[in-house]
């Protein structure tokens, strides 16, 4: 677990440089959002995903891209030094965390 934590949180600095629109002032700031991205897909997410399943399947899967964007943008809404100035910054950010901390589950 602290391997993936430690993952997503590379994977957020990564984002934070290649990916114009999202800004992250400090590491620490990382972590904090990080353990609250954890927290959000842990508690929020099962629940939107019952929610929104009849467009999930009538968009065969595509909308849970949708989905993860929205939840990273609503982290970069309210953790100050933490910013995501769009949708597309977000939906590209959400994948690349994605892939990264699944990655690192995968190896770890």
Same mark, same amino acid.
């Given at each position: ?8 949180? &590379?994977?957020?600095?990564? +984002?934070?440089?290649?990916?114009? /629109? ?12 990080? &353990?609250?991205? !954890?927290? =959000?897909?842990? =508690? ?10 009849? =467009?999930? =399947?009538?968009?065969? /899967? ?12 609503? &982290? /970069?809404?309210?953790?100050? !030094?933490?910013? &995501?100035? !769009?949708?597309?910054? +977000?939906?590209? /950010? ?13 190896? +770890?």
């Amino acid at each position: 677990m602290l391997t993936r934590l430690l993952a997503v949180v &590379v994977a957020l600095l990564l +984002a934070s440089r290649y990916i114009p /629109g999202i800004n992250i002032d400090t590491i620490y700031t990382a972590l904090v959002v990080a &353990v609250l991205l !954890g927290l =959000i897909n842990l =508690i929020v997410r099962p629940i939107l995903l019952v929610l929104t399943l009849p =467009i999930t =399947i009538l968009t065969l /899967g595509l909308f849970l891209f949708v989905l993860n964007a929205l939840l990273f943008w609503f &982290v /970069g809404s309210f953790v100050k !030094g933490f910013e &995501v100035t !769009g949708f597309v910054p +977000a939906l590209l /950010g959400s994948l690349l965390v994605s892939i990264i901390g699944s990655l690192a589950q995968r190896f +770890a």
